[in-house]
């Protein structure tokens, strides 16, 4: 096998890896400045860490990276999601680090109606799984309500309509909290209308409304694509107060349909089921109260013959005291003898008594009355002196507590308790001033003195002459002792 040298160009230029890099660069950029491409998304995890986000963009027979910075995923209307055919608008360049062209994504848009569908049939199920379509999250509207939140658009015709339903039917207070109803930032203008009628406070200056609606005219499904936005599914599912979703027309199908408390067709419908038609009213509350006086007639008629009735089966007077009349006349005949009869029980029964009370009875039983006496008065006597002698216990023992807790037994041990001249404890040298009057108490009795130099800690000084004469004082007991410098 021959092997040939590579020829050699001496005129070529010869590149760096970095300078190479950038040429290739350029040259993508300027041949492909902005582009539109279609594709599957693929490798989609969700934002990374930083916020841009990271995935491809593929078809049958080929694919390419693709980028989406942060600040432009915010501002997106659609979100990317795996899976989902989309249009990207963006521009193409490379990445030198590792040798590959890619597409910085602008901005993105389904690939028709069906990839719209298919995204909001995925997230339909999604939701659903959380709950938030359950029947038993939904509230009931209330019959009447006074005040009426309406989130649309000011200057379409839905709120025209839904005012004039209400003038029709029953005038009531309306509030509307004008939002952009498609477009971008729609969606959040909506989820925030929602909350902010939830916020207001019962008792505040703007009254909190009673029911909501949620509307907004008919349009494709791209232009109802706002009502479909997971954020107003979840501000509708979340509303503590009673909401309609009146979006689009009959035919038309959002997300917040599912996740309202009531669906309108339209608009108008919404209003018809916002309030009752005054005039049906009037003319209903006329019938009841025809219908209830009638029938407090008709009772009062039934109760009337009902008393006719009983008053007619009911005897005379003069039948139903006969009876009673003749009984009294039995009564009254043989009442005198009964009488007699009774004192005669009455008499023999006191003889009997009175033959059993005798002298020798009452003496027996003034000896037994006698005898439970005393034997209580020795019970007490008893008492008596047990009680006593436990309390002269209890106060032996206080003596004995009290004696032990008394200074005068550490006066006993050798110490002594120094008073000032009004008699107050004196605790510490920096107490007592130079010539003061001191009294000074040991265990057999006091003493007086007087205070030689000041209150410095001078007589804390070992060094300092103890030779000052010693003071005269007299005990309790009247004898004189000669007392020493006490500093």
Not at 214 to 220: F, H, N, P
Not at 354 to 381: F, H, M, P, W, Y
Request: some cysteine; glycine content about 8%; proline content about 5%.
């Amino acid at each position: 096998m021959t092997v040939r040298a590579v020829e050699t160009l001496p005129n070529s230029p010869e590149f760096t890896v970095s300078e190479l890099s950038s040429a290739l660069k350029r040259t993508v950029e300027d041949a492909y400045g902005h582009v539109r491409v279609r594709g599957e998304i693929s490798g989609f995890r969700g934002p990374h860490s930083s916020g841009h986000c990271y995935f491809a963009l593929k078809d049958d027979s080929a694919k390419i990276e693709a980028v989406i910075w942060k600040g432009v995923h915010g501002r997106m209307r659609f979100k990317p999601q795996e899976g989902l055919e989309i249009i990207a608008t963006g521009k193409l360049t490379t990445y030198p680090g590792s040798s590959k062209y890619q597409i910085v994504i602008e901005a993105i848009e389904p690939a028709g109606v069906g990839a719209l569908m298919a995204l909001m049939e995925e997230r339909k199920r999604k939701l659903a799984a959380e709950g938030l379509f359950d029947e038993a999250r939904k509230q009931l509207l209330p019959w009447l309500p006074e005040v009426i939140g309406v989130v649309t658009s000011p200057t379409g015709a839905v709120i025209r309509d839904i005012l004039h339903r209400l003038e029709d039917r029953f005038p009531r207070r309306v509030l509307v909290w004008p939002v952009r109803v498609q477009g971008e930032g729609s969606a959040e203008q909506i989820a925030a209308a929602i909350n902010g009628f939830n916020a207001l406070a019962e008792d505040g200056k703007i009254p909190r409304p009673d029911l909501l609606i949620v509307a907004r005219g008919g349009g494709s499904l791209e232009d109802l694509w706002s009502f479909n936005e997971e954020i107003v599914v979840r501000a509708a599912a979340d509303s503590m107060i009673p909401l309609i979703s009146a979006v689009g027309h009959e035919t038309d199908v959002t997300l917040i349909d599912f996740a309202a408390d009531k669906r309108a067709p339209t608009p108008t419908a919404a209003a018809e089921m916002a309030v009752p038609v005054r005039a049906e009213l009037f003319v209903e509350v006329t019938s009841l109260a025809r219908r209830g006086m009638l029938c407090w007639q008709r009772g009062q008629e039934h109760r009337r013959s009902e008393l006719r009735a009983a008053a007619r089966a009911l005897p005379k007077a003069t039948e139903l005291l006969d009876i009673p009349r003749q009984r009294l006349d039995r009564a009254t005949s043989a009442l005198p003898r009964a009488l007699r009869a009774n004192a005669h029980v009455y008499d023999r029964r006191l003889s009997a008594v009175a033959g059993r009370l005798t002298v020798t009875t009452l003496r027996s039983q003034i000896d037994r009355a006698k005898e439970n006496v005393q034997r209580l008065a020795t019970s007490a006597q008893r008492s008596s002196k047990l009680h006593i002698q436990q309390r002269e216990t209890r106060l032996r023992y206080v003596s004995q507590l009290l004696n032990a807790l008394s200074y005068k037994g550490v006066l006993d041990r050798g110490f002594a308790l120094v008073r000032d001249e009004n008699g107050h404890p004196l605790h510490a040298v920096a107490d007592v001033s130079s010539g003061q009057r001191l009294s000074i108490e040991f265990a057999d009795g006091r003493i007086g003195a007087t205070a030689d130099g000041d209150g410095g800690g001078t007589a804390a000084n070992p060094k300092s002459p103890a030779t000052k004469p010693a003071a005269k004082r007299t005990t309790d007991f009247g004898v004189k002792k000669v007392q020493g410098d006490l500093f």
